[in-house]
């Protein structure tokens, strides 16, 4: 006869037994860790963001730049055209 419990035994006396320590220690890391990971996609989520906020915010300081060099650069030329003294 075989002396070892059953796969079904072995379940059904975990389900049995009352939750220790250890247990709950090790439920609680579970649950940590997915919370951990839906942190994490959180935070991956909000760095995707913020650099994609800081690309359009660039891009736009920069085009203000060339405007305003721009602008100036075509004031000066009509200035230079339009003075009396030229």
Do not use: E, F
Request: positive net charge; glycine residues 2%.
């Amino acid at each position: 006869m075989n002396s070892w419990p059953s796969t079904r035994q072995l379940r059904d006396a975990k389900r049995r037994r009352p939750q220790g320590d250890a247990d709950k220690i090790r439920q609680d890391l579970v649950c940590i860790r997915a919370d951990m990971s839906s942190l994490q996609a959180q935070v991956d989520d909000l760095q995707y963001t913020l650099a994609i906020w800081v690309r359009m915010r660039q891009a736009a300081s920069y085009g203000r730049v060339k405007r305003q060099r721009t602008s100036a650069t075509i004031a000066h030329r009509l200035m230079s055209v339009t003075s009396p003294d030229a």
